[in-house]
């Protein structure tokens, strides 16, 4: 179960970082988000998304803001997009599929 656990974790996370790619320049508020790792994770949580958001944050992938309202916004830093264009290394923790074609 562990390893289900972990998968899904790292995965969601790599979900996370395309989805903020391909929704710059604008930031993306949690909610949207969750509707779109909803439709791959159908049993998401706002907890889990939360939990793997901040995570991200901690790598400095991601940017948040968090509002007074309780609201978070998200924003790929220089790093994460780099992550998502394969032109930095990837490391643990996140489900980053091997390149295997050229450019």
Not at 56 to 72: A, F, H, I
Request: hydrophobic share 35%.
């Amino acid at each position: 179960m562990m390893d289900y656990q972990r998968h899904r974790r790292e995965a969601m996370r790599w979900n996370i970082l395309q989805m903020l790619y391909k929704s710059r320049p604008y930031t993306t508020n949690e909610q949207f988000v969750l509707n779109v790792i909803g439709t791959i994770y159908p049993d998401v949580t706002a907890l889990e998304l939360r939990q793997e958001l901040d995570y991200l944050s901690d790598r400095k992938m991601l940017e948040l803001t968090r509002q007074p309202s309780g609201t978070w916004f998200a924003d790929l830093t220089r790093l994460g997009v780099d992550l998502v264009e394969y032109t930095v290394e990837c490391g643990p923790g996140i489900a980053r599929p091997v390149k295997y074609w050229s450019e």
